[in-house]
């Protein structure tokens, strides 16, 4: 009998992990949509896609205004980082999709944007529109929740 009540506990366990209810945010990253601002600091704990996003947050000097997104066949992730009302850095993170389409435009968009393009002044590049319009929508996301104007 007692191996029994064992047996369920462990299986109640094993099972029930993972089966909280959503919160709101998790809810909306499961429709691919994410975004949010976090204060930097060092002590800042936040869920990336990439430990190099993990490393840019801890780092930054400023509010750090994150949006995920899908892309054509993955998560594209833009962090951006505001201090006194400018961004004064921006990482895309395209990891996640094909490197020879969406990983490419997701470097030209950083590069281009931290020169100081605007989101209107990102082209498309060919083949990988979808992941183009999935980065100008992200970074538009961010600098309306961070309220600049680019």
Known sequence: MKKKAILAALFFLICGCGCAPK??????EASGQ???????SSETEETKSSAE???????AA????????KGAVGKITVTLVVADGQVVDC??????????????????FQEAFLNGASVD???????ASISSATIKQLLRKCLDEAGVVR
């Open 34 to 40: 994410t975004s949010g601002k976090t204060e930097a």
């Open 23 to 28: 919160t709101n945010s998790e809810a909306t």
């Open 53 to 59: 996003s993990e490393t840019f947050a801890e780092e």
């Open 91 to 108: 990482v895309i993170d395209g990891s996640k999709e094909t490197p020879d389409k969406g990983g490419v435009v997701a470097e030209k």
């Open 121 to 127: 002044e990102l082209e498309a590049v060919s083949g």
């Open 62 to 69: 400023g509010d750090v205004y994150t949006a995920s997104g």
